[in-house]
């Protein structure tokens, strides 16, 4: 999360030497993100990231125990100005007991700490112009002088607290308990929730919920322009619960993301009494009860042992003894020095951060500087690979640099397709795996198959290029029972020429990764026309289709000129592709070249029966396709003598008898 | 016979060539294995051997006179393409096909290798996988709010007792645990570079996109090594122009946690741009004030290292995640400002590679 302060108020609290753009450059390189400064009317607005774990930075105040941190480090002289944890006591307040406020907590493990006060005679209004100034360059609309006061606490102590309107609630009483499913409450912006149970909620007397708590107020107890009597109520509830229900009903705030994280019971004291210094001096509210203050397990001290030299095997570098201890010192931190050994008490703050003794580590190499960290590469080692993953990685390389020389463009689409484009393609729904949380309808299903985003890709390029020729290599998703799903990577080739350009292409790669006995036979598949099809086998194992694409799906995508696609299983190939050819011996004899037409014949049927009918027969080379008529070369030669053109002529009547 | 008659012919037809291509025909026709010259040949056989001693010296005369000739002409043919015929040699050549490669398996290609030499294998894990790996096993349990940092598709198929739903990995970090379980006992070098899948679509982010994830686990691995490894990266696959830093960050899977940062190549690390017709300033909408998110890294957790089966008293490891396609438009000279088009299947972008 993003929280934006302004340079004015942090010198509220500091005295610094330090200018804004020296505060954003040292804050982001020891601590805080400060990822823009921004200039207006006088002040500077810092916009700062904050990390998770780092909720207590996410104020004026907790980055001015950053800086208080950080900017010593680089020479700027750097103090507190006004501490309001130590200001902003209990003692402050004058109690009173004209107005009664009971509070009751069903479950401890719902909130860890509450104090309140109720407020009489508030005169609803504007805020002063200095404090609603603050609040517009920090982000906020101002609403009024009561409400305006929760939102200003918030960004100058990192604690969110709640104002009620005291009248509203039935019976002067809250109770704090967690909610069955199915109860509702209108929201302050007047959308009604309905709880998905085991929420933390708050209910008057008469059993009406007031608040959802840590997230937003309900609208029944909220402040109108007519409030008199307010409570101010300070809460520190139970995170994961607040996560929860704000995750489950969608109801995301600014209270919230505080809250989920983790925050700190001691801060609840401060809040309140500047929660109530600010709201008398802006809506002229005084004291009418006594401060309610529940806190049972008060936080016990967390102490770390860590030893300098773990500290600097972890560095890779030894960091001055005497700066590791001011280091964390300044941090807030309690050290106590024993030899080489520190004693590090855990202030509260950071009690949701600092667990062991690599928390403590951090805080010293972030603050010393990373940037002044040397640089060394640690010693080669070797590691057993994944079983193939070498040959699969180099050979998938191959393939993709060997189909982009012959003039193939890779394309990489999205892995999620839409239901359209499985319907399209002719594909089963069914079979596809779907996204409980698609961001679009575009990308809802996981592929099963590249060809739907290739026939998109097609389309989306129609006319652009006249011929085309497209490959895209990718995991595909298949459901399994009681697993995670196959992933298959499959290669797919999609063309606009004819059934001769593909497989020629396919023909070209296969000799090019030493693939020898490969055969193209009757294909079967829905997708592609009945007759134009071939099931492609290498060492007879099925390893994908190649053909033109039905007609449906031609019609489907309003293709004007034919698509050829080939679909295969990539690692099927690479397992039967070989580094090298099998080496074969060239003849030092000559070699007899005879032509032969014929008509109306299967090329595969003819190879087979004309290499079983001569032992000379060396290749057959297709020289001209006309009609129903082929043309052959036919070359032959023995590896003992020279053939004459009468023995090889003999071969051919051999070989014409057969066919 | 007619030795004269051909050698009449031959000359008038000589005279006549002006090309290689005819000239080879000629040639075939009077030297051939059918040729003339040898057929000659054949019919000297059947004539008597007082004329046959007349014949063959003939016959053999005219047979180097053709060669000669065939010669000549050959080089006359040729001198006088060099000298004579005028070429536009500004007009294109033949063209052969050029395809090309994605630019991702570009970068891909050129980082694996970067990382070979040093020794880091190059894995592969899961894209659908479980949440176990993707976040319990990074020590993020059930519920934690850093899971909200990896905004997550989940799959609609049914969960595992043990393993959790099943998702679209948010990062390549889960193949952390998935590689300490392959391995088993430390030294780990490893490089993951995979597909991850996050629910944003903007002009930086494309739901699917690329990571790589660099792992090493040893004995004394510090933050020195991984300062070392990512500076030689950086120096390997970017100019000396561009600057990083490291942050401080938070990951629960790493402590420390950085993050690093690289100068801006669309905007020069300036945080704007100054152009058009007005010359007016406009914010770069592809960085923050001129840096530009390389990726997190940091020393893994104990947590982690444990959950692998690691004895984090023993070793020690650090671990980095970068984005592909992030760390490819910060390339000098590449100057992409929008990640969408790298998967848009659009062939005039993609032909250009």
């Given at each position: 999360m993003n929280i934006k302060i302004t340079y004015n108020w942090l010198l509220d609290y500091l005295d610094t030497e330090a200018d804004p753009y020296e505060i954003q450059k040292y804050l982001s390189l020891c601590g805080p993100s400060v990822e823009s400064v921004e200039k207006i009317h006088g002040d500077f607005v810092f916009d700062i990231e904050i990390t998770s774990n780092r909720i207590d930075t996410a104020s004026v105040y907790g980055i001015t125990q950053e800086a208080l941190a950080i900017l010593p480090q680089f020479n700027k002289k750097t103090f507190i100005k006004f501490d309001p944890l130590k200001n902003f006591i209990f003692k402050k307040i004058r109690q009173e007991d004209e107005k009664k406020l009971d509070i009751e907590i069903k479950d401890p493990n719902l909130v860890s700490r509450i104090s309140a006060v109720v407020l009489s005679d508030v005169k609803i209004g504007d805020s002063p112009k200095k404090l609603k100034q603050r609040l517009l360059d920090c982000g906020i609309n101002p609403i009024n002088n009561v409400v305006d006061v929760s939102n200003y606490i918030r960004i100058a102590l990192g604690q969110p607290c709640h104002i009620f309107d005291y009248d509203s609630i039935g019976g002067s009483k809250m109770i704090i308990r967690k909610s069955t499913k199915g109860e509702t409450l209108t929201t302050l912006d007047k959308e009604k929730v309905v709880l998905p149970g085991d929420d933390i909620v708050i209910s008057d007397a008469n059993g009406n919920l007031i608040d959802q708590p840590g997230i937003m107020g309900a609208f029944n107890s909220s402040v109108k322009s007519d409030t008199k009597n307010i409570i101010l109520f300070v809460p520190i509830f139970n995170g994961q619960m607040v996560r929860r229900t704000s995750m489950l009903t969608g109801k995301r705030s600014d209270s919230a993301s505080y809250f989920e994280k983790g925050l700190d019971e001691e801060r609840t004291e401060a809040t309140l009494v500047y929660g109530y210094t600010l709201l008398k001096e802006n809506a002229r509210a005084v004291v009418s009860s006594k401060i309610i203050d529940i806190y049972k397990n008060k936080y016990k001290p967390r102490k770390i042992i860590v030893t300098f030299s773990q500290i600097s095997n972890l560095i890779g570098q030894n960091i001055d003894k005497r700066d590791t201890v001011e280091i964390l010192k300044r941090l807030g931190f309690n050290v106590t020095r024993k030899k080489d050994t520190l004693e590090i008490i855990i202030p509260s703050y950071r009690k949701n951060d600092i667990?062991?003794?690599?928390?403590?580590?951090?805080?010293?190499?972030?603050?010393?500087?990373?940037?002044?960290?040397?640089?060394?590469?640690?010693?080669?080692?070797?590691?057993?690979?994944?079983?193939?993953?070498?040959?699969?990685?180099?050979?998938?390389?191959?393939?993709?640099?060997?189909?982009?020389?012959?003039?193939?463009?890779?394309?990489?689409?999205?892995?999620?397709?839409?239901?359209?484009?499985?319907?399209?393609?002719?594909?089963?729904?069914?079979?596809?795996?779907?996204?409980?949380?698609?961001?679009?309808?575009?990308?809802?299903?996981?592929?099963?198959?590249?060809?739907?985003?290739?026939?998109?890709?097609?389309k989306n390029n129609?006319?652009?290029?006249?011929?085309?020729?497209?490959?895209?290599?990718?995991?595909?998703?298949?459901?399994?029972?009681?697993?995670?799903?196959?992933?298959?990577?499959?290669?797919?080739?999609?063309?606009?020429?004819?059934?001769?350009?593909?497989?020629?292409?396919?023909?070209?790669?296969?000799?090019?990764?030493?693939?020898?006995?490969?055969?193209?036979?009757?294909?079967?598949?829905?997708?592609?026309?009945?007759?134009?099809?071939?099931?492609?086998?290498?060492?007879?194992?099925?390893?994908?289709?190649?053909?033109?694409?039905?007609?449906?799906?031609?019609?489907?995508?309003?293709?004007?000129?034919?698509?050829?696609?080939?679909?295969?299983?990539?690692?099927?190939?690479?397992?039967?592709?070989?580094?090298?050819?099998?080496?074969?011996?060239?003849?030092?004899?000559?070699?007899?070249?005879?032509d032969l037409t014929v008509k109306n014949l299967n090329y595969e049927d003819f190879k087979l029966k004309a290499f079983a009918n001569s032992q000379y027969l060396q290749d057959i080379k297709v020289l001209d396709k006309y009609q129903d008529n082929i043309t052959f070369r036919l070359f032959f030669s023995s590896y003992v003598k020279n053939l004459t053109e009468k023995e090889a002529l003999k071969e051919l009547v051999k070989i014409k008898k057969e066919i | 016979m007619n030795i004269q008659g051909a050698t009449s012919d031959f000359k008038i037809q000589i005279t006549k060539t002006e090309s290689i291509e005819v000239l080879e025909n000629l040639?075939?026709?009077?030297?051939?294995?059918?040729?003339?010259?040898?057929?000659?040949?054949?019919?000297?056989?059947?004539?008597?051997?007082?004329?046959?001693?007349?014949?063959?010296?003939?016959?053999?005369?005219?047979?180097?006179?053709?060669?000669?000739?065939?010669?000549?002409?050959?080089?006359?043919?040729?001198?006088?393409?060099?000298?004579?015929?005028?070429?536009?040699?500004?007009?294109?050549?033949?063209?052969?096909?050029?395809?090309?490669?994605?630019?991702?398996?570009?970068?891909?290609?050129?980082?694996?290798?970067?990382?070979?030499?040093?020794?880091?294998?190059?894995?592969?894990?899961?894209?659908?996988?479980?949440?176990?790996?993707?976040?319990?096993?990074?020590?993020?349990?059930?519920?934690?709010?850093?899971?909200?940092?990896?905004?997550?598709?989940?799959?609609?198929?049914?969960?595992?007792?043990?393993?959790?739903?099943?998702?679209?990995?948010?990062?390549?970090?889960?193949?952390?645990?998935?590689?300490?379980?392959?391995?088993?006992?430390?030294?780990?070098?490893?490089?993951?570079?995979?597909?991850?899948?996050?629910?944003?679509?903007?002009?930086?982010?494309?739901?699917?996109?690329y990571q790589f994830e660099g792992l090493c686990i040893d004995k004394n691995i510090n933050i020195t090594n991984l300062k070392g490894t990512i500076d030689y990266f950086v120096q390997q696959f970017f100019s000396e122009h561009r600057k990083t830093r490291l942050r401080p960050f938070h990951f629960q899977f790493t402590e420390p946690s950085f993050e690093i940062d690289i100068s801006c190549g669309i905007c020069k690390g300036l945080g704007y741009l100054t152009g058009g017709e007005t010359g007016k300033k406009t914010k770069c909408k592809v960085c923050k004030s001129g840096w530009l998110e390389l990726g997190g890294a940091g020393m893994v957790h104990p947590n982690v290292l444990k959950k692998g089966g690691i004895d984090p008293n023993h070793f020690s490891g650090w671990a980095f995640g970068f984005g592909v396609e992030r760390v490819y438009m910060m390339k000098e000279g590449l100057m992409l400002d929008d990640i969408r088009i790298l998967y848009s299947g659009q062939i005039e972008f993609l032909n250009q590679f």
């Open positions: 667990f062991i003794k690599e928390d403590v580590v951090e805080e010293v190499a972030r603050i010393f500087g990373y940037y002044k960290i040397s640089s060394n590469l640690q010693s080669f080692a070797y590691v057993p690979e994944q079983k193939d993953f070498q040959k699969i990685n180099n050979a998938t390389l191959e393939i993709k640099k060997y189909l982009k020389h012959i003039g193939l463009t890779e394309i990489i689409n999205n892995s999620m397709i839409s239901k359209d484009q499985i319907i399209n393609a002719k594909l089963n729904e069914n079979d596809h795996i779907k996204l409980s949380n698609p961001i679009s309808i575009e990308l809802e299903y996981l592929r099963t198959s590249l060809i739907p985003s290739l026939l998109v890709n097609i129609l006319g652009k290029q006249d011929t085309m020729a497209l490959f895209e290599i990718a995991k595909t998703f298949h459901r399994q029972k009681d697993d995670l799903p196959k992933e298959t990577t499959k290669l797919t080739i999609m063309t606009n020429t004819n059934y001769f350009d593909l497989k020629g292409i396919i023909e070209a790669l296969f000799s090019e990764l030493n693939i020898t006995d490969v055969k193209f036979e009757e294909g079967t598949s829905e997708l592609l026309a009945s007759k134009k099809q071939s099931k492609i086998k290498i060492n007879s194992k099925d390893v994908g289709n190649l053909g033109l694409i039905n007609k449906d799906i031609r019609n489907n995508y309003g293709f004007y000129k034919n698509i050829y696609i080939a679909e295969l299983d990539l690692f099927n190939i690479i397992q039967e592709s070989k580094k090298l050819p099998e080496y074969k011996k060239p003849s030092s004899f000559s070699t007899v070249k005879l | 040639r075939i026709k009077y030297l051939g294995r059918k040729g003339l010259i040898n057929s000659f040949i054949e019919e000297l056989k059947k004539v008597e051997i007082p004329d046959r001693k007349i014949l063959g010296p003939k016959i053999n005369n005219l047979k180097k006179y053709i060669e000669e000739q065939i010669e000549l002409k050959s080089k006359y043919i040729l001198d006088k393409d060099e000298k004579e015929e005028l070429i536009d040699i500004t007009l294109p050549g033949k063209k052969y096909p050029k395809g090309s490669l994605h630019p991702t398996t570009i970068a891909i290609e050129e980082i694996s290798n970067i990382f070979k030499k040093i020794g880091f294998i190059p894995v592969s894990y899961p894209e659908a996988e479980w949440e176990y790996f993707a976040f319990e096993a990074l020590n993020m349990p059930k519920g934690h709010p850093a899971r909200d940092d990896f905004e997550t598709f989940f799959l609609d198929e049914a969960e595992d007792k043990k393993y959790g739903k099943i998702i679209l990995t948010p990062h390549t970090s889960s193949g952390q645990n998935r590689e300490m379980n392959r391995v088993k006992n430390p030294p780990i070098r490893m490089i993951n570079i995979g597909k991850c899948y996050r629910p944003n679509w903007d002009s930086v982010h494309n739901p699917m996109f």
